[in-house]
């Protein structure tokens, strides 16, 4: 079946650097991404909507600035942290669309520890 | 505003049991919806998925049924194995190619 790989699993970093999450479509092209974030207990929480060589949408209340977004080819699109604080310790996790009638597809995830 | 809401948001059952979770959504006028499985600290996997058309669709031990007009959908999970334990997510997509909206999911416990 359709896999999205997503690295790293877990990362834990100091505050104020900055941290790259990859999520990666291993055998279909994905034109579009989204990546949602989940805080403990919590559901998933859309952050954006990541389209292959256009601007990421943001959804309200995520700094764009803080949570950039790059999709520069069909099979990738990375999010990265920047500045990061403990406030955005949180799981992050990536999906995407395998193709009409098979709905989407997740990543295993990033636990990001902020310290 | 769409929403979508699980209910119970924690379920124990001894092994054996069936049971149902519900899944309830604002505006019926969905593209579909999907059924997923998170075990703790761990990604998702998805179980069942209905387009809008369908009324339900099944896997193994596990049935999902979709009733649009009043905005409800049901998982079914047959004689409940310790193994079942995890939280189950239900998320709707509204339309083509955008995102799937998550309820809060529903914790099962299944005790042996």
């Known amino acids: 079946g359709a896999v999205v790989s997503q690295h790293p699993s877990w990362v834990i970093c100091k505050s104020g650097t900055s941290v790259k999450i990859e999520c990666r479509s291993l055998?279909?092209?994905?034109?579009?991404m989204f990546w949602y974030r989940q805080f403990p207990k919590q559901s998933l929480m859309l952050m954006a909507t990541s389209n292959e060589g256009s601007k990421a949408t943001y959804e309200q209340g995520v700094e764009k600035d803080k949570f950039l977004i790059n999709h520069a080819s069909l099979t990738l699109s990375t999010l990265t942290v920047t500045s990061a604080h403990p406030e955005d310790s949180s799981f992050y996790i990536c999906?995407?669309?395998?193709?009409?009638?098979?709905?989407?597809?997740f990543g295993s995830g990033t636990r990001l520890t902020v310290v | 505003k769409q929403e979508v809401t699980q209910i119970p948001a924690a379920l124990s059952v001894p092994e054996g049991e069936n049971l149902v979770l519900n899944c309830s959504f604002t505006?019926?006028?969905?593209?579909?919806l999907q059924w997923f499985r998170q075990d703790p600290g761990k990604g998702l996997t998805s179980l069942l998925l209905i387009q809008s058309s369908q009324r339900e669709q099944t896997s193994g031990r596990l049935n999902a049924s979709l009733d649009k007009s009043s905005g409800r959908s049901t998982l079914y999970i047959a004689a409940s194995q310790p193994g079942d334990s995890a939280t189950y997510l239900c998320?709707?997509?509204?339309?083509?190619?955008?995102?799937?909206?998550f309820g809060k999911g529903t914790t099962l416990s299944v005790s042996s």
């Open positions: 055998d279909f092209q994905a034109t579009t």
């Open positions: 505006d019926s006028a969905i593209y579909n």
């Open positions: 999906s995407a669309e395998t193709g009409y009638g098979y709905g989407y597809t």
């Open positions: 998320a709707v997509r509204w339309q083509a190619g955008t995102a799937l909206i």
